[in-house]
Nanobody
Framework: QVQVVESGGGLVQPGGSLRLSCAAS????????MGWYRQAPGKQRELVAT???????NYADSVKGRFTISRDNAKNTVYLQMNSLKPEDTAVYYC?????????????WGQGTQVTVSS
């Protein structure tokens, strides 16, 4: 059974940093596009950052220059380094593993980790 498990969330002051980790027990992890999404109370889930199998990255405008996504294929893990955190970054952060081969899609989500930015 596939498991996607996030860790590293917590309470941090504005301007602080956190690093989220996501371990995915999928076969051929390197072939998956990995992503971080977040959902704040009363809002829809939104994309934060993605990294493709080739290492190309994409970021939401709101986090560009502050967040960095990376992956370690040897550890089946993706990371999200979050710097200069703002109160508006407060949300539950979810990890996603996605792979599309021809017409077959595999899409897995973690349970989420809470990030709270507050003084």
């Amino acid at each position: 059974q596939v498991q996607v498990v996030e860790s590293g969330g917590g309470l941090v002051q504005p301007g602080g940093s956190l690093r989220l980790s996501c371990a995915a027990s999928v076969g051929r992890f390197s072939s998956y596009r990995m992503g971080w999404y977040r959902q704040a109370p009363g809002k829809q889930r939104e994309l934060v950052a993605t990294i493709t199998s080739s290492g190309s990255t994409n970021y939401a405008d709101s986090v560009k220059g502050r967040f960095t996504i990376s992956r370690d294929n040897a550890k089946n893990t993706v990371y999200l380094q979050m710097n200069s955190l703002k109160p508006e970054d407060t949300a539950v952060y979810y990890c996603n593993a996605n792979r599309v081969i021809f017409d077959s899609e595999r899409d897995y989500w973690g349970q989420g980790t809470q990030v709270t930015v507050s003084s």
